[in-house]
C-alpha cells in the first residue's frame, strides 16, 4: 500500500451541478480513502449561488482540491470533457485519472482494492462494483457487454455472488472508473457534445477497442439509487439521440447500423406506448412526442451539443 501511495499519482474528476449536499458526502469518503489522492478536480456547473457558497465551505481548507467553474452547464459530459482535459493540459505526471459522478462514494478500501489489478494486461480501466444505497442492491446493469448491433447492453451478470474476482467488459457509468493516463492521451477525453446521457457509454466503449477493462469484484463503490422509469423529457431526448449517434459512429457495416437503429426505434415505439397510455403523461403527452421525434431527428442527422436545455423543463 506504502508503495502505491509513492508511486501512483490519482487525479480524482468529479462534475456537480446544484448537489453540493452529495459532494460533501463524497469529498468525507475521499478524506477515509486507504490511499491518498494526489489531486481532486471539481467541475461546477453553474450552479446557484448556495451551492456555490457550500462549495467554497467545503474546499476551503483542502490544499489538493481545485474546482473548475464553468460559464453555463454543459452538463455531465461536458463537465467531465472539461476536468478530463484539465488534466491532460495540467498535470503530465498524473498516473491515473478517477471519473466520478458526485451522488457516489467510495468505501474506503476502493481505490486501493483497484490498484492491486494495476498489473492486468494491455490495462486501460479498472472499474468498482457500484452499490446502490436506497435499495441496498448491487446496481449491476451499469457494467455491459454491448449487443451485437450496439443498441443496448447486457450486465455482465443478474447477481454480484456470480462474479469472478475480476470480469472483463466492454461499457461502464462514470461511477468510479479508473483509468490510466497513459490511455487518455491516447483515446482523448470524454465528448463534451453529447450532454448528458451515454457519455459514459461511449467513452468506455471507446476505450475498451483498444484496452481493457476490469470490473473489481472487491472493489466497491455506493451510488444513489434512481427510479429510470420516471424519465423526464430532456433526459428522454438525450437517451435517445445519444444511442442513434453511438450506433452511427461505432457501427462498422452499414446493415449493423440498420438493425440496430430499428432496434432503437422499437424502444422508442414502446416508450410513446407508455406515454399514451400512462395517466401520469397526462397534460404532457403533446410534448414528450415532440421531443421523442426530435431525438430521431438529430441522432440521424448527427445534430450534436445541448439543443434542449433541462431549464426550460
Not at 435499495?135 to 455472488?161: R, S
Not at 444513489?224 to 437517451?239: A, G, H, L, N
Not at 397510455?277 to 451539443?305: E, Q
Request: one cysteine or more; charged letters at 30%.
Amino acid at each position: 500500500m506504502n508503495e502505491m501511495k509513492a508511486n501512483d499519482k490519482v487525479i480524482l474528476v468529479t462534475v456537480t451541478f446544484n448537489s453540493s449536499n452529495y459532494l460533501e458526502r463524497l469529498l468525507k469518503s475521499l478524506r477515509n480513502s486507504t490511499i491518498n489522492l494526489y489531486k481532486i478536480i471539481i467541475v461546477d456547473n453553474k450552479s446557484k449561488l448556495e451551492h456555490l457558497k457550500k462549495i467554497d465551505e467545503l474546499v476551503n481548507d483542502e490544499n489538493n482540491i481545485e474546482v473548475l467553474h464553468l460559464d453555463s452547464n454543459l452538463g455531465g459530459a461536458g463537465g467531465f470533457q472539461k476536468g478530463v482535459q484539465h488534466v491532460v493540459d495540467n498535470y503530465p505526471e498524473c498516473d491515473w485519472v478517477w471519473l466520478m459522478d458526485d451522488d457516489a462514494f467510495p468505501k474506503e478500501d476502493c481505490l486501493e482494492q483497484l490498484l492491486s489489478y494495476k498489473n492486468l494486461g494491455n490495462l486501460g480501466c479498472l472499474a468498482p462494483v457500484i452499490y446502490g444505497v436506497e435499495w441496498e442492491k448491487y446496481q449491476l446493469y451499469h457494467h455491459k457487454e454491448v449487443t451485437k448491433y450496439l443498441n443496448d447492453g447486457i450486465a455482465v451478470c443478474d447477481l454480484f455472488d456470480e462474479l469472478p474476482e475480476y470480469t472483463k467488459f466492454d461499457t461502464d457509468a462514470f461511477v468510479g472508473p479508473l483509468i490510466r493516463k497513459k490511455v487518455i492521451d491516447s483515446i482523448g477525453v470524454p465528448d463534451g457534445s453529447l450532454f448528458i446521457y451515454g457519455d459514459d457509454r461511449e467513452y468506455t466503449y471507446r476505450l475498451t477497442r483498444k484496452y481493457n477493462m476490469y470490473l473489481i469484484k472487491n472493489a466497491v463503490i455506493f451510488h444513489r439509487d434512481t427510479k429510470e422509469d420516471d424519465i423526464s423529457i430532456w433526459k428522454m431526448y438525450y437517451k435517445y439521440r445519444n444511442k442513434i449517434l453511438f450506433i452511427k459512429k461505432y457501427s462498422s457495416r452499414g446493415w449493423d447500423k440498420v438493425c440496430g437503429e430499428l432496434l432503437v426505434f422499437y424502444e422508442m415505439f414502446k416508450e410513446l406506448v407508455k406515454i399514451f397510455v400512462r395517466n401520469k403523461y397526462v397534460g404532457k403527452k403533446k410534448k414528450y412526442v415532440k421531443y421523442l421525434f426530435m431525438s430521431v431527428k438529430d441522432g440521424i442527422i448527427g445534430h450534436t451539443g445541448k439543443l434542449v436545455d433541462p431549464i426550460k423543463f
